[in-house]
């Protein structure tokens, strides 16, 4: 919007500013050109142009030169210049139904500093508001994110915003702007938008220093948090890569992880391995290969179990390196599936 001061003006913004500043019987006469989306977009701008800084009004006037000798050019705009304007324009039937959906658009642009926010914080921004003020601020959001943040809200709470919003007939602009505003003032304190915010904990980030860790830590580790906190442990556990998740990776990307292995380290993470990760491995190894893979378990012979964990590490550990690299993709148990 103009009012916000930006650094340059767009298309629409310069239209508004030319047609505030002619006559509106010629400022109809233009209008009458544009198609009703371009002329509901135009009547935004005018109602958004409360006051224009002098200097913009001035350098998007100079852009045409017939009107660039006018001395006093018009900073006022308003709902009024707006509803004079397309009335000249389309009659007062047309320009009605065309305020109607400006109306519409603009109380919807209101509440586009939540769009981007966490839905937790929206949750707590809104608690204590009564439902019917909740129901309006969600009816206004993106569909994806008012699902997340009715989600997100008390379980008590919930149910009425939800049938509020079922019932809620029309509400004025004049009430959405006040329900925005308030909100807007408040939000500073409470909600940041998720790209200005960094994750720097969470289960996800202690998996990943884990299958980074050693086999001595990580078993460690693991028995501490199950000691302290069983479920934490059982979640982490869940999300760990492990050496039979390379079943889970398409042929190529196994192919990419087994190019980085030593045929050494291989044989020694297969000693004992379940039938369907060997079977994948052997599917993605060259000939020559799976020949030197079968000479190297031929000669293994027992081995300690520390040695197969050792060596299972190292391959989860690479694993782990080309997925932060965005070289291959791991298929977590709580992703979506593939369908044919």
């Known amino acids: 919007m103009i009012g916000t001061q930006p650094a340059t003006l767009t298309g629409a913004q310069k239209a508004a ?8 019987a010629a400022a109809a006469q233009v209008m009458q050109q544009f198609s009703e989306a371009e002329s509901e977009e ?22 045409f ?20 304007l397309l009335e000249a324009s389309f009659g007062s039937e047309r320009a009605a139904g065309v305020m109607s959906r400006v109306a519409s658009s603009m109380a919807g642009r209101a509440f586009e500093f939540l769009d981007e926010a966490d839905p937790a914080q929206v949750a ?14 969600l009816a206004h959001l993106r569909t994806e994110q008012a699902s997340r943040v009715l989600a997100a809200l008390k379980p008590e709470a919930r149910t009425d915003v939800a049938q509020c919003i079922a019932t809620m007939g029309t509400v004025s602009p004049e009430a959405t702007r006040v329900v925005a505003e308030t909100l807007r003032s408040r939000a ?32 460690a580790l693991l028995e501490e948090l199950d ?5 934490l442990a059982a979640e982490v556990r869940s999300r760990m890569l ?32 379940p039938e369907p990760t060997r079977e994948v491995i052997r599917a993605n190894l060259s000939e020559r290969n ?10 293994l012979g027992a081995v300690r179990l520390s040695r197969v964990e050792e060596a299972r590490s190292e391959i989860v550990r690479a694993i782990r390196d080309l997925a932060t690299e965005g070289k291959i993709t791991v298929q977590r148990s709580d992703e979506d599936q593939y369908v044919d």
Do not use: C, W, Y
């Open 17 to 24: 500013l030319v047609l505030m500043n002619l006559d509106q």
């Open 42 to 63: 135009i009547a935004a701008e005018i109602i958004a142009l409360q006051r224009v800084d002098r200097r913009q009004a001035e350098a998007a006037l100079e852009e």
């Open 65 to 84: 030169h017939a009107l660039a000798t006018r001395a006093e050019p018009r900073t006022h705009g308003g709902r009024n210049a707006a509803i004079g």
């Open 124 to 137: 707590l921004l809104l608690d204590g508001e009564l439902p019917q003020t909740v129901a309006v601020v």
């Open 188 to 219: 500073g304190s409470v909600v940041a938008p998720t790209d200005q915010r960094t994750a720097i904990g969470g289960v996800q980030p202690l998996v990943d220093i884990i299958n980074r860790s050693s086999v001595a830590a990580e078993r």
């Open 227 to 231: 000691e302290r906190d069983p479920e």
């Open 242 to 273: 492990t050496f039979t998740d390379i079943v889970k990776l398409e042929a190529r990307d196994v192919q990419q992880v087994l190019r980085g292995v030593d045929v050494a380290t291989l044989a020694l993470a297969m000693k004992g391995a």
């Open 290 to 299: 799976i020949e030197a893979l079968d000479e190297e378990a031929a000669v």
